[in-house]
Each structure stands twice: as C-alpha cells, then as structure tokens.
C-alpha cells in the first residue's frame, strides 16, 4: 500500500515537473512570436467554422483582401479616391453602358500561374449565372490588357460594387457551387495564404512571392472575442492590435490606459436616421416630422455613448467632410434645436401645448415609442436621449426594448412607431444610399415611403453620369428636406482602434491613405492597411 | 462513489446467497428494464418533437437575423441584402407537418441538414468542433465538484455542529448565492488580467490546432484551469449543502445508532450505513447535471469565450440558426434522458428497496 502511494506521488510530481516544463516553453514562444504577429479582433462570435467562399455571406473575414483580391476600391474615408486593385483604371463608355477595366498584368495566383483576363471574364460570368451580381451586366469580353464590361442600362451608381468584385481563378471554380463551396484551401492573388484555422483564430501567413511588393508583416491572427469586457482587457494588454467593437469608455477603458500607444480615429461611413412609420398617423404628416426633427439637439444624441464616435449631421443625411461640394448651402450643418419652431410645426399638424404635453383637438397626447434591441448597450442610450429631448416637447415617447429576434420580427412587419437602428452607408455613390433608405424596393427602407418624386430623382441619379452625380443628387436632398420622409440623426462613427506597439504606418485622420472600417479586415482597404505597416522600433 | 460503498458488501455476502440474488435481480431487471425503455422512448420522440417546435415559435426569421449581426460590426450593402435573403428567407417556405418529417427523418440517418449561422457548414460539423470542449470541461468540473462537495458535506453532516459544519455550511450558503456570471468576471479580473496566472480566454491558444498533441493539450489544461475552477467554487456548496442535510438526518436513524452499538468502526457506520444512504438522492441529481454538461454553461463560455456548445448555442440563438439549435436541444435532452437511464439502472443495483418494490 505504501509502495504503491509513492509510486503515485513521483508519478504525479513527474507530471508536475513536465507540465511546469511545457508551459515554460510555451510562454518562451508566446513571447518570440507575439513580437511580429498582428492580431487583429474581427470576430464578436466565440467560435469560427472555416469558410473561404469570397461569394458566401458567412466567408471568414480576410478571405477577400489578405486571400482574393478585389477589382479596385473608393477611399470613403477621405475624399472617395480611386484605390487600385486587381484593376489600375476604369474608363466608361457608351453612357454608362460599358466599362473597361485595365487589369495589373503582374498579378499571379499564390499557385505560380498568371492571373489573366480569363479569370476576370470567368468571375463576372460565373457571378452572374449564380444571380450573386447585384449589376444588370449584359456582356464581358476581354479587350486589350484587361476586360469589358457592358450593362443594360446605365451602371455608373455600381462603379463601386463593380471594383469589389473579388476575382478567384477559373480552373478552380468553373465546377463548384459557389452557395454550398467551403474552399477549405484558397489559391488566392492576395498576399497572404492561409494558414490555419483553429475554431478561435485564423491565420494568414505572408506570401513570398506576392506580386505586388514584400509584405511587411509576416503573419496576421484574425481572432474571436465574445464579450467587449473581454476585448477591452485584451486591448489594454496588447494582445489586439486593430479592432472595431464598440467597448464602454473608449477613452478610459482604452486611450488613457496607454497614450502613447493607444490610437481611435472614428470612421463615418453610415447615416443613422430616426425613422418614423409613416404607415402610421400622424407620422405621415410632414409637419409632425418636421416638428420632431426641430425638437432634436443631435450633439447630445452623439454624445450619448462613446463621446467622439458619433457625429451629428445635416437635414440631407450627408456629412460636409466628404460630400461638402453636393449639399446645398444651409443645409450643411445639423438642424439646431428649436423649440418655438418645433412647436408651430405641430401646431400646423393640429397638436397644441397643454399642460407640458403636445395634444390633438380630442386632447389625446402625441406619442412616440422607440423600438430598439435591448441587448445593445450603445443602441439603448442613443434612444433613450432622444425620447428624453422629444418628451421635453411634449411628446409621450418612450424605449421599449426587445430581443434581437423580435426586433427584427417587428421591423419585419413594420410594428412599430419609430426605430433608431438602422445605418444607410454612403458609399462612393449616394445612389445606393438614398436607394436603400427611400425606395420601396429596398429591404432596408422600412418606413413606407412610396413617392412618384423620389423614384424619378433615383432613376436620374442612377443616370447620372459622374460629372453630372452632383446635379442629380439636388432633387433627392430636397425631397429630405423638404418632406423628411426620414430624420437624420448622426452619422454613425466606427471606432477603429489600433495599438502602435508592434506596428506603426496606421492610416490616420490626417493621412487617411485607406478606410479603416470593419471593409478594413477586407478588401482593398485591407490589403492597402496591411501592405503600409512597418514593424515598430523598438525604443 | 456509491459504486465504491457498495462493492465491499455485495463482495462479502456468502456465495449461496450471491447466486440467488443475481437470479432474481435477473428477473427483475428484464421486466424493469423493458418498461423503462418503453417510457424512455416516448420521452425521446416527445423530446425530439419539442425541438423541432420550441426554435420556431421564436419571432423573427434567419435571413434578417443574420443581417442585423452583420449591420451590429458594419454596414451592409444593398447586394448584400439581397444574397442574405435569397439564401435564408426561403428557409421556412415549405409547410409546417413536411418540415417537421423531413426532420424526424432526418433524425434517423444523423442528418441535421446545414448550419445557417455558419452556413453552409453540416451541423453535425458544427456540433462536433464544440462537443469534446464542453464534455471535457464540464464534465470533470462537474465531477470534481460532486466529489467533493459530496465528501465534504459528509463530513460536515456526520457531526452537525461540529466544528467543520460550523465552518463548512455558512460558508458555502455565502458562496452559493454568489451570481455565478459576477464571481466568473471577479476571478478572471483578478486572476488573469491582474495577476497573469492564467489566461484571459480561449479554450486553448488560438494557433493550435486541436489534436494529441502534448504542446496544444497542456495548453488546453492552462486555459481550462480558470474557468474549471469558478465552476467548481459556485457548484460545489450545492453538492455539499445537499449531502451535509441529508447525512445530518440519516445519522440519527435507527439503523445507524444500531450499527454503531454493534461496535463497528466510525468510519465504517460513516461510509457503509449513513453516507451510502444520503448520497442516494445526490446521484440521481448527479444524472440530471451531468446530462446537462453537453449542453455546456453558457455563461461560463461566454465569459471565458469559450469554443464549446454553450457558444455555439448562443450563436443559433441570435441567428435564428434553427438546424443548430434543433442538433443542439436535441443532444442535450437525449444526453440527460441516457445519462437518468443509466443511473435508473444503477439506482436498482445501489438501493435494495427498489427491487423489493419492483418486485
């Protein structure tokens, strides 16, 4: 009995000693690699499952950017530049009915062979077949040192989901499904390969022979994070480089942890409007709209979570940063807060002021209720300022909260008052931002505006050739004047937030050479982040 | 543990009386076992029907729940939109009583269809990458935790108001109403972020890949310490709260007093005559925890972001990935009918009376 209760302690201590063995090898190598490996948190869900379809909508982030490369990309972040890609110009012809993409004839897949116009007619071909092609292409044929395409109708408001076209080679994908393929081993023309998918990571190791230039950071961890409790202590550890989620108290939680190191530049790339059901009375009536939009102090309303993130925004949705030379003058700054003003509104829409609260002739009280998902910490406080500063008017208003599932039901079935959820993104062309928001055709637009005078100022934006976009937009920022068939609230504010420990080279709002919104863990955008970084000196 | 108690006395009957008992449990057993299958298998296809309707009272559908997550870390493209919703949308056009038999026959040949939140990887696929992270953590944690909190409430029980029942008890009353999410976040403060003795998160560093490898294995061990242990500090005083009011009743039976005025050892009246007693009702709640472990603990993975099923039911959850979900409830409440059968079966064999009832 003794013998054997000595045999299992050296036994145990035996273990002891190679378990202290192993994880002192492991912390040795943690230390070495952590030292040039970017981490970058794209993932708010636990697990991953390996998916490297460009095509899917559940493709694991990078596989467009750091694996497949798109056509080209607009810089939304400065002034909508050109970003080369794959493709290094485009010229239209025939009114917008044709486009010609001169393509970078260095590129070659990770396989060794050339990337050739082929492939390109291949991809456009194939996109088009499976119905994943959002454009009315009619025709593409190679021509000259790159490809053409032609359209139905005019397509110069998709130039930009033309350029993110992710470009995969043909005698890999002639035969597969591109709804059901998982594409567990990408050849891709990017710059970086797979290298292995762990259910918590991806990584993406550095090609040597990418085409383009040497690729400065060798290896890319692309990582999961399923809490922002979790991310913060990940980011104040250093153990995150780059990431995009909304934590509380950026500038505690975060910058001031580490001022040196610690950088947030908000990206604007999307408009949040308050929408209003305009199925419902008396939202219908413009001077209740208008009322409420008067009622507003958008400052407040963005500085209700993460001071900075957010930005207020004028009665046309677009911010004077980027789209200053297409807003009208007057109507480039946030409308200010006017009680009296906000008030003769409604009494033009038959509401008066009685006793602190807006009535109608029968003394029922204006009210508001404003549908949000109550999981969301950030999307909760942006509300309920606003149903603050629209009960000071007078209005009943209120947050009722809900679960994701349900608020998407209720969205769904247009069950609600108002939501202040929903973001339009800008884009480099306002088409689809007003698309989205105003047409009925859109799944986006979920208030109910069905107007003859917005379709036609659509139809003659999506016309509009490039010299002429700042015209065609007039009509479709009057009718948001006007009419405000939505209010624009803010412009919502992603807070990039990247650490210069290991790396340095980060776009910033002073050399905005990329966008780093969350496109920035793909496409164009990403490809340009990556290639620009270089190791930091050690001080 | 009962298994431990009992093996010495049934070694010690005279042979004779062996052979007969097992003649008769024999008996019994068969007549037993066979109604117990039959009510296991309805309870089975009531399960399985509960899955398959549960999911889908839930408002909402996939193709705009998957939206509103992308929405929540980016905008999302007009294109986009509409890939999602003729992807998704059409998930549920077919009718109701069709879907619900291609599921039951589905059911049969292991087939749970693709995955929608991580389409369009198989379910089963899905389960799988999930099924030993759990099983592996929660199990052990759940058996050390019975162990010893069983042990110690024993103990504690043996002499109430001794002087490790004066500690023991209100000690464990204190850390069982802890929130176990808040006492999770506590220790990974303190204990990971603070301190750095373990890791923040993870079920294992993230450039391993999972396999019988001595590199990623011990890594696993280090990250699952932390999480193991907050699951074994705010389970445990449930365990032993239990076994400590059992034993302080049993050990003023009769038999007890009985067998310790036969002059047997204390430590044989403790184990053989009232611990193996009062443990009887622990195990059968032992069945039912550790059916639940394949279901993981979701807050303990979400805190600690761990890749198990509780994540993954989490995320069928916000995606309305009803395939998921379904595989998931599904294997859970097959685990927990499996899990209570076996103890039913063990329960005969630990407690005499059962048989004598059955018979």
């Known amino acids: 009995m003794s013998a054997r209760s000595r045999t299992v302690a050296s036994v145990i201590s035996a273990m002891a000693v190679l378990g202290a063995g192993t994880a002192a090898c492991t912390s040795g190598e943690e230390a070495s690699s952590a030292s040039s490996v970017l981490t970058v948190a794209a993932y708010s869900q636990p697990t991953l499952q390996a998916n490297f379809n460009p095509f899917s909508p559940n493709a694991l982030r990078g596989t467009v950017g750091l694996i497949y490369e798109q056509l080209f990309d607009f810089n939304t972040a400065d002034k909508n530049q050109f970003m080369p890609g794959l493709a290094t110009k485009y010229t239209w012809d025939a009114g917008g009915k044709a486009l010609h993409l001169e393509l970078d004839n260095r590129a070659k897949w990770s396989d060794g062979t050339a990337l050739s116009r082929d492939d390109v007619v291949f991809t456009f071909e194939y996109m088009k077949q499976h119905k994943l092609l959002a454009v009315p292409l009619t025709t593409v044929v190679p021509e000259g040192g790159g490809v053409t395409l032609t359209f139905a109708s005019p397509a110069y408001s998709q130039i930009q989901q033309i350029g993110r076209v992710a470009i995969v080679p043909r ?105 209003l059901n305009l199925r419902r009375a008396p939202f219908d009536n413009v001077h209740v709209r208008k009322g409420i939009a008067l009622a507003l102090d958008r400052e407040k309303v963005a500085d209700a979570y ?179 068939p939505t209010i624009p609230v803010v412009v919502k504010g992603t807070p990039y937030m990247y650490s210069t420990t290991r790396y340095t080279g980060w776009p910033t709002e002073k050399n905005p050479y990329t966008t780093p919104d969350p496109g920035a863990v793909s496409g164009v955008y990403a490809e340009k982040l990556f290639l620009s970084l270089r190791p930091a000196t050690k001080g | ?195 750095d003795w373990f890791p923040l998160s993870g079920g294992a560093r993230p450039d391993l890949a999972p396999g019988f490898d001595p590199r990623f294995i011990s890594s696993a061990v280090t990250h699952a310490l932390l999480p193991a242990a907050t699951i074994v500090l705010t389970s445990i005083s449930g365990w032993l709260i239990h076994m400590r009011n059992m034993m302080a009743s049993v050990v003023n039976e009769d038999y007890v007093l009985l067998a310790r005025a036969k002059g047997l050892s204390e430590t044989r009246v403790t184990t053989a005559y009232a611990a193996r007693n009062a443990v009887l009702p622990s195990v059968s709640s032992f069945a039912v925890s550790i059916g639940l472990v394949v279901g993981g603990s979701l807050l303990t993975e979400m805190v600690f972001n761990y890749p198990g099923l509780g994540s993954l039911l989490n995320q069928a959850i916000l995606n309305l990935d009803y395939p998921l979900m379904q595989a998931l409830f599904l294997v859970i409440s097959m685990t927990v009918l499996v899990a209570n059968f076996v103890m039913d079966c063990l329960y005969v064999l630990l407690d005499p009376r059962t048989r004598e009832a059955a018979s």
């Open chain 1, 171 to 275: 005698k890999l994908w002639a035969k597969q499904d591109p709804d059901t393929y998982i594409n567990r081993s990408p050849v891709g023309s990017g710059p970086y390969a797979l290298g292995r998918v762990t259910g918590q990571q991806v990584s993406f190791t550095a090609r040597k022979d990418y085409w383009r230039q040497d690729v400065p950071v060798k290896q890319i961890n692309y990582v999961t994070t399923s809490s922002t409790n979790l991310l913060a202590q990940q980011m104040v550890r250093h153990e995150v480089d780059l990431s995009y989620a909304g934590i509380p108290n950026i500038k505690s939680q975060y910058l001031d942890k580490d001022t040196a190191h610690n950088h947030l530049w908000p990206i604007r790339a999307s408009m949040k409007p308050l929408l």
């Open chain 2, 1 to 195: 543990m009962g298994g431990v108690t009992l093996s010495p006395a049934v070694s010690k009957a005279p042979a004779a009386v062996r052979r007969t008992s097992r003649s008769a449990v024999r008996r019994i057993w068969g007549s037993v076992l066979l109604k117990r299958i039959a009510f296991y298998l309805v309870a089975a296809w009531a399960a399985a029907t509960l899955n398959f309707l549960l999911p889908r009272l839930m408002p909402g559908d996939p193709a705009s729940a998957i939206l509103l997550k992308m929405s929540e870390l980016g905008p999302v493209t007009p294109d986009r939109v509409q890939l999602v919703h003729r992807l998704f949308g059409g998930a549920h056009s077919e009718p109701l009583w069709r879907q619900y038999f291609s599921y039951l026959g589905g059911l049969f040949h292991g087939d749970f269809g693709l995955s929608l939140a991580f389409y369009p990887t198989p379910v089963s696929t899905v389960v799988r990458s999930g099924f030993l992270w759990s099983v592996l953590l929660l199990g052990v944690s759940t058996v050390i935790a019975f162990v010893l909190g069983t042990v110690l409430g024993a103990l504690a029980g043996r002499r109430p108001g001794g002087w490790l029942d004066t500690v023991i008890s209100p000690l464990s009353i204190f850390v069982h109403s802890l929130p176990y999410f808040w006492a999770a976040l506590i220790l990974v403060y303190v204990f990971a972020f603070r301190l």
């Open chain 1, 306 to 484: 993460n001071p900075g993130v957010y930005q207020a925004v004028g009665p046309t949705g677009l911010t004077a940063q980027s789209w200053g030379q297409v807003i009208p003058d007057g109507a480039k700054e946030p409308l200010a807060q006017d009680r009296q003003a906000a008030l003769k509104e409604m009494a033009q829409a038959g509401y008066q002021l009685k006793g602190g609260r807006l009535v109608d002739a029968k003394g029922k009280q204006l009210s508001l209720e404003i549908l949000t998902v109550s999981t969301f910490a950030d999307g909760m406080a942006y509300a309920q300022e606003l149903a603050g500063q629209l009960s000071q008017l007078g209005i009943k208003a209120t947050v009722p909260g809900e679960a994701p599932s349900a608020y998407v039901a209720d969205e769904g079935k247009h069950n609600f008052d108002a939501v202040f959820g929903d973001a339009y993104v800008f884009g480099s062309n306002l088409y689809n931002f007003y698309w989205s928001m105003l047409s009925p055709d859109s799944t986006q637009s979920i208030i109910g505006w069905d107007d003859p005078a917005t379709k036609a100022a659509l139809d003659k934006l999506a016309k509009a050739d490039p010299a002429g976009q700042t015209e065609a937009t007039k009509g479709l920022e009057k009718i948001m004047t006007d009419q405000v």
